[in-house]
């Protein structure tokens, strides 16, 4: 059973940065990995994407520009920069891990999930 733990959430005014982590129990190396976020009363959201070679990302529109993924699969983990942040961008975040040769943004595509971050951006 795959464990990922994220850390690095937090509150922050707007305006602020952040930087998230994501430490997964095995090696990750051949996964794509993704970071998704859920508020309050809202359906969980993919907010940036990265492949297994981490030679490709995705972004929605909502957060292009200001997030960035990246991962070190010599330490298991994924990061989360996100700078300008907003207080729309409160929410829960969770790393996730694509089932394998799996791709996008649908969430059941994703096998594996952390227990997830808070992050508050106050206005």
């Known amino acids: 059973q795959v464990q990922l733990v994220e850390s690095g959430g937090g509150l922050v005014q707007a305006g602020g940065s952040l930087r998230l982590s994501c430490l997964a129990s095995?090696?990750?190396?051949?996964?794509?990995m993704a970071w998704f976020r859920q508020a309050p009363g809202k359906e969980r959201e993919f907010v940036a994407g990265?492949?297994?070679?981490?030679?490709?990302?995705d972004y929605p529109e909502s957060v292009k520009g200001r997030f960035t993924i990246s991962r070190d699969d010599d330490k298991n983990t994924v990061y989360l920069e996100m700078n300008s942040l907003n207080p729309e961008d409160t929410a829960v975040y969770y790393c996730?891990?694509?089932?394998?040769?799996?791709?996008?943004?649908?969430?059941?595509?994703?096998?594996?999930w952390g227990q997830g971050t808070q992050v508050t951006v106050s206005s």
């Open positions: 095995e090696r990750t190396g051949i996964y794509s």
């Open positions: 996730a891990r694509q089932r394998f040769g799996r791709s996008g943004r649908d969430r059941s595509s994703y096998d594996y």
């Open positions: 990265i492949n297994w070679s981490g030679g490709s990302t």
